[in-house]
C-alpha cells in the first residue's frame, strides 16, 4: 500500500530551526519527483519545495537561503531542513510525490500525499 509519513514538525520560537522527514513506502514508480508543500489556516496550500530522483531542486521564493530539501538515494526519505523560522512559516507541511513527472511545482500534479506535521513558530 503506498504511504507517505512525516514527521519532525513542532513548535519554535522566531529563528529557530526544525528538520521535517517524510518516509515513503510502496510508491509504484522506480523514480519520482518529490516536494514539499504547506497550508497555512484560511490560506491555500502552498508549494515550497522540490526535489527530482536526478537531484534538480528549486525553492519558493519566501523560503528560499532558509529550507533545504533532500532526500536519500533510494528514494525512500525526503527531508526538509527549515533553518531561521518566522512566524509566516506557520503551518501543516505536507510531503508529495508521483513518478509521472521529473519536476512539478503544481500540487496537481501529485498523486500521494502524506497526512501533514505542524510546525508553529512563535515571535
Known amino acids: 500500500q503506498v504511504k507517505l509519513v512525516e514527521s519532525g514538525g513542532g513548535s519554535v520560537q522566531t529563528g529557530g530551526s526544525l528538520r521535517l522527514s517524510c518516509a515513503l513506502f510502496e510508491l509504484p514508480y522506480n523514480s519520482y519527483c518529490m516536494a514539499w508543500f504547506r497550508q497555512a489556516p484560511g490560506k491555500e496550500r502552498e508549494w515550497v519545495a522540490v526535489?527530482?530522483?536526478?537531484?534538480?531542486?528549486d525553492y519558493a521564493d519566501s523560503v528560499k537561503g532558509r529550507f533545504t530539501i533532500s532526500r536519500t538515494n533510494d528514494n525512500r526519505n525526503l527531508y526538509l531542513q527549515m533553518t531561521n523560522l518566522k512566524p509566516a512559516d506557520t503551518a501543516m507541511y505536507y510531503c508529495a510525490a508521483d513518478g509521472r513527472w521529473r519536476l512539478t511545482r503544481d500540487s496537481e500534479d501529485y498523486n500521494y500525499w502524506g497526512q501533514g506535521t505542524q510546525v508553529t513558530v512563535s515571535s
Open positions: 526535489i527530482s530522483s536526478d537531484d534538480d531542486y
